[in-house]
């Protein structure tokens, strides 16, 4: 065929696709040695140090002809992957998100290859409702409510707050969903000074705007202060505002505190207010004996936020959020049927049995959140919890919060160091005080100590044994270490301890030299 024919383009258009569709056991296994080593954690990190090398490799025009299979799976097990993020370090308990353990990885894996998508007839598709079933009951839950998997709590949040804007504003007669709120008089998110920043943003995607959010002050233990939330409702109510919903922090992402949920769920039942108990992180702290009770009756809540991607360890991108209202929760996100989608469905007579997957979409979850496709999600958490079991769960909540109640006792201990907030659930907060330095609450010691300890944080990491993160409590720069690692042991936990009392010396030698 000569070149330019009509026959050579067809040819060309026919010819199969250029990437690689078979082959898979070989490819992962050219990767797979790289991965363990890299969960290993066994060397220091030099990802910092080398990042002109690595980048080097990485940073280039885009391809106009493809390098080909054996080239990207070479970068991926030379190049990319040692160079990752150590979040799944035992050292490391800088974030509420660690790296998956094992089982969920694998089921990661399994989700991408076999379940591509959600809906039809497949396990996968079941498996994404029997998880949320299992979930809800995990943390005490009826079964009736509608559960969704999200990309993670930031969603979550969306989805939940969605659902309260629904409820507030068919109460006027008002379908928010359709009409939007123009009418809906200076809509109000109420929520403690602690909460976390996500929701602000939750309210300016509702098109609440981030000023509806307002922030209560809160006691000395950073729960919100019931008092001033009822001040600040009826104030509000005085003066035209809608009340939409009370946030109530079950964990804050700062200190770990649980606002006090069964005065809420109290408050909101009287006043009916939306109350959504945004526990991304701490919900599952419910499990834990000895601060269950700080969650009250969690089945008075409207809507909850957990997310597997946390303390269950899931890969990220697994967040989730109960609605106990399913009908308002999907009138709020209903997507309207499409041509392409409902329509193109079989239309049965009678009893007809379905022919083939793709007859049914099975548990449909699209009408209840913001997105249309999705990951199979649920096949992490099923795989987590068929692990592990809901006391498997229980005794890594018991474990990393006992973690957090250990270090505080060493830190109260210390000469050196001080507690600086109550410890509740797995993160304990602290920070380094030398002795001259020991008593004053003075403006310039606060400074001093702030300086001090953000030098404290820079060395401890740098000396990368311990990874641990920091907060503003009371306005004091603390370091704040939280437990959700399942690689973490007690021999890190100590080994904190000892680097900040290490670096803390160093540093104040330093600063004290200035
Ligand atoms: C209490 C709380 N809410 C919401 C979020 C946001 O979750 P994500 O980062 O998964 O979007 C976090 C994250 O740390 C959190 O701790």
């Known amino acids: 065929m000569q070149e330019g024919t009509n026959e050579s383009f067809y040819a060309e258009q026919i010819s199969e696709d250029i990437a690689q569709t078979s082959g898979l056991i070989k490819a992962i296994e050219t990767i797979l040695p790289a991965l363990?080593?890299?969960?290993?954690?066994?060397?220091?990190e030099r990802t910092v140090k080398e990042r002109a090398f690595w980048s080097a490799q990485l940073d280039e025009p885009l391809p106009q002809v493809g390098a080909g299979a054996e080239a990207v799976l070479a970068l991926l097990r030379d190049v990319v992957i040692p160079n990752g993020l150590r979040t799944g370090d035992p050292g490391f308990s800088g974030w509420v998100a660690t790296m998956p353990t094992t089982i969920p990885t694998a089921a990661n894996l399994a989700g991408v290859v076999s379940g591509s998508a959600y809906q039809c007839i497949q396990a996968f598709n079941l498996l994404e409702s029997q998880a949320l079933r299992w979930l809800a009951e995990l943390v005490g839950l009826p079964s009736t409510y509608q559960g969704l998997f999200t990309s993670g709590g930031s969603v979550a949040n969306i989805v939940g707050l969605g659902a309260a804007r629904q409820y507030a504003a068919e109460?006027?007669?008002?379908?928010?969903a359709r009409d939007g709120i123009e009418s809906v008089a200076k809509p109000r998110i109420y929520a403690s000074t602690e909460v976390h920043h996500v929701i602000f943003r939750a309210?300016?995607?509702?098109?609440?705007?981030?000023?509806?959010?307002?922030?209560?002050?809160?006691?000395?233990?950073?729960?919100?202060?019931?008092?001033?939330?009822?001040?600040?409702?009826?104030?509000?109510?005085?003066?035209?505002?809608?009340?939409?919903?009370?946030?109530?922090?079950?964990?804050?992402?700062?200190?770990?505190?649980?606002?006090?949920?069964?005065?809420?769920?109290?408050?909101?039942?009287?006043?009916?207010?939306w109350l959504h108990v945004d526990g991304a992180y701490g919900l599952f702290g419910v499990l834990d004996p000895q601060v269950t009770s700080l969650y009250g009756d969690l089945s008075l809540a409207d809507s909850l936020v957990v997310d597997p991607h946390k303390w269950l360890a899931a890969p990220i991108g697994c967040g989730c959020v109960f609605v106990r209202?399913?009908?308002?929760?999907?009138?709020?996100?209903?997507?309207?049927?499409?041509?392409?989608?409902?329509?193109?469905?079989?239309?049965?007579?009678?009893?007809?049995l379905l022919t083939s997957q793709f007859d049914d979409f099975g548990n449909l979850f699209h009408h209840f959140g913001v997105e249309q496709s999705a990951p199979s999600r649920g096949v992490q958490v099923w795989a987590i919890l068929k692990e592990i079991g809901a006391e498997g769960v229980r005794a890594r909540i018991c474990r990393?919060?006992?973690?957090?109640?250990?270090?505080?006792?060493?830190?109260?201990?210390?000469?050196?160091?001080?507690?600086?907030?109550?410890?509740?659930?797995?993160?304990c907060c602290f920070r380094y005080v030398p002795s001259p330095l020991r008593g004053r609450v003075d403006r310039e010691a606060t400074e001093l100590l702030n300086r001090l300890n953000r030098m404290i944080l820079s060395r401890v990491r740098a000396r990368g044994r311990c990874i641990p993160s920091a907060t503003t409590v009371h306005g004091a720069f603390v370091?704040?270490?939280?437990?959700?690692?399942?690689?973490?042991?007690?021999?890190?936990?100590e080994a904190l301890a000892g680097e900040v009392e290490f670096c803390g010396a160093e540093q104040w030698a330093l600063l004290s030299d200035e």
Do not use: W
Not at 325 to 352: C, H, I, K, M, W
Not at 419 to 424: E, G, K, N, R
């Open 36 to 44: 363990e080593r890299f969960l290993q954690f066994a060397k220091p």
């Open 171 to 176: 109460r006027l007669g008002i379908d928010p």
């Open 203 to 273: 309210a300016a995607v509702l098109g609440l705007g981030r000023r509806a959010v307002v922030t209560i002050p809160t006691d000395q233990a950073l729960r919100i202060d019931m008092e001033a939330l009822q001040e600040r409702i009826s104030l509000d109510r005085a003066t035209g505002c809608t009340p939409m919903a009370v946030v109530a922090n079950a964990g804050t992402v700062n200190t770990g505190a649980v606002d006090p949920l069964p005065e809420l769920e109290k408050l909101c039942h009287e006043q009916n207010i």
């Open 325 to 352: 209202d399913a009908s308002l929760l999907e009138r709020a996100f209903t997507l309207e049927p499409a041509a392409y989608v409902e329509e193109s469905q079989p239309v049965y007579a009678g009893n007809a």
């Open 400 to 427: 990393h919060n006992g973690y957090a109640r250990h270090l505080a006792e060493r830190v109260q201990a210390s000469p050196c160091l001080e507690l600086m907030s109550p410890v509740i659930l797995s993160i």
């Open 479 to 493: 370091l704040r270490p939280c437990y959700i690692n399942p690689r973490t042991t007690l021999t890190d936990v």
